[in-house]
């Protein structure tokens, strides 16, 4: 939670590339979703790049597809301006990595309360609330420490 699952053409990114723009891209989306960069949320966060080989995907018109971002988070984190920004972001990145030209289109699938499981356990909005509130404790008693 959150996955991201980005389709590339074969040979459009090197290993290093890729490595940069699943980093970015999962930085992103915590921003979007208003989440602190933890440890436990990076973890949380995975990122796939995926290559469609020559020939497996098109466009109607029998083109090459651009680049295809999908961004899977739990339901009511991220709102139309989020989703907005997040675009914005997310497709600077590709044509970083890219090239300027690149179409890049970004789908967000929104997974409903109830819908999302981690290792046989339903993760619930309650739940991850309580991870963020914890995150922050620690983060305000970590800066009292280096103030004090």
């Known amino acids: ?5 980005i389709t590339v053409p074969e040979g459009t990114l090197s290993e290093a590339a890729a490595e940069v723009l699943q980093q970015q891209v999962a930085d992103s989306v915590l921003k979007a979703m208003e989440l602190p960069r933890t440890d436990f949320f990076t973890a949380a966060t995975w990122v796939y790049v995926r290559e469609a080989a020559k020939g497996l995907a098109t466009t109607g018109a029998g083109t090459p597809p651009g680049v295809l971002v999908v961004v899977t988070p739990l339901e009511g984190f991220l709102t ?4 907005e920004a997040l675009s914005a972001e997310v497709t600077g990145w590709v044509r970083e990595a890219t090239g300027p030209d690149t179409v890049v289109w970004l789908v967000v699938n929104e997974v409903p309360e109830g819908n999302w499981a981690v290792n046989g356990g339903l993760t619930r909005r309650a739940k ?7 995150a922050e404790a620690e983060a305000e008693a970590a800066q009292a420490g280096r103030a004090g």
């Open 128 to 134: 991850i609330d309580e991870f963020v509130a914890e």
């Open 1 to 5: 939670m959150p996955l991201v699952e």
């Open 80 to 83: 139309p301006e989020r989703n």
